[in-house]
T-cell receptor, first 114, second 114 residues
Framework: GAVVSQHPSRVICKSGTSVKIECRSL??????MFWYRQFPKQSLMLMAT?????????EQGVEKDKFLINHASLTLSTLTVTSAHPEDSSFYIC??????????FGPGTRLLVL | ELKVEQNPLFLSMQEGKNYTIYCNYS?????LYWYRQDPGKSLESLFV?????AVKQEGRLMASLDTKARLSTLHITAAVHDLSATYFC??????????????FGTGTRLQVFP
């Protein structure tokens, strides 16, 4: 399967700080990266789609100014949670798009905001 | 709006028994995925089903797709403890092959006991 890495794997931060999550597609040049969020005991919800060289698109209800997405290269997309609050505590998972066929997912980043 | 429903939400089954997980979706889609998620981990791809009548099998798991009924099933044969996990189905939101946004089902938490 595709090799997708995320960093960090888990992070604990204080309320009001910003956290950057990196997602790398190691064996595939991803023109698109999907970012999902999973709250405890719940399913995955698509947050936004990052596109290499252009602005990200956000799903309804997701604040674009709070979740900053950058897709500067074909192998790297970043999600920055700005001014994080406890309700942002979640499992964030990226998935490179554009392969067709099977969709692979990164190992996830667990964010805990105190 | 595309909705994906799974049932049951929870499944406790004895080793050696058979059972089926159902996944219904509300609008036309060209791909259906099944994933497995272990606690604290990301998603592991199990199956991709691309056409009506598609059936795929891997070990004790078999997935099928009926696009006319908008129904997919994941059948478990002679369950073993190692199959304990949460299983998600997901449907491609777009109608085009390269549109990889996925809408996930609610998940089925499977527990296999001796």
């Amino acid at each position: 399967g595709a090799v997708v890495s995320q960093h960090p794997s888990r992070v604990i931060c204080k309320s009001g700080t910003s956290v950057k999550i990196e997602c790398r597609s190691l064996d595939f040049q991803a023109t698109t990266m999907f970012w999902y969020r999973q709250f405890p005991k719940q399913s995955l919800m698509l947050m936004a789609t990052s596109n290499e060289g252009s602005k990200a698109t956000y799903e309804q209800g997701v604040e674009k100014d709070k979740f900053l997405i950058n897709h500067a290269s074909l192998t790297l997309s970043t999600l920055t949670v700005t001014s994080a609050h406890p309700e942002d505590s979640s499992f964030y998972i990226c998935s490179p798009g554009g392969r067709g066929g099977t969709q692979y997912f990164g190992p996830g980043t667990r964010l805990l905001v105190l | 709006e595309l909705k994906v429903e799974q049932n049951p939400l929870f499944l406790s089954m004895q080793e050696g028994k058979n059972y089926t997980i159902y996944c219904n979706y509300s609008t036309t889609s060209d791909r259906l995925y099944w994933y497995r998620q272990d606690p604290g981990k990301s998603l592991e791809s199990l199956f991709v089903l691309l056409s009506n009548g598609a059936v795929k099998q891997e070990g004790r798991l078999m997935a099928s797709l009926d696009t006319k009924a908008r129904l997919s099933t994941l059948h478990i044969t002679a369950a073993v403890h190692d199959l304990s996990a949460t299983y998600f189905c997901a449907v491609n939101r777009g109608l085009h092959y390269n549109t990889d946004k996925l809408i996930f089902g609610t998940g089925t938490r499977l527990q296999v006991f001796p």
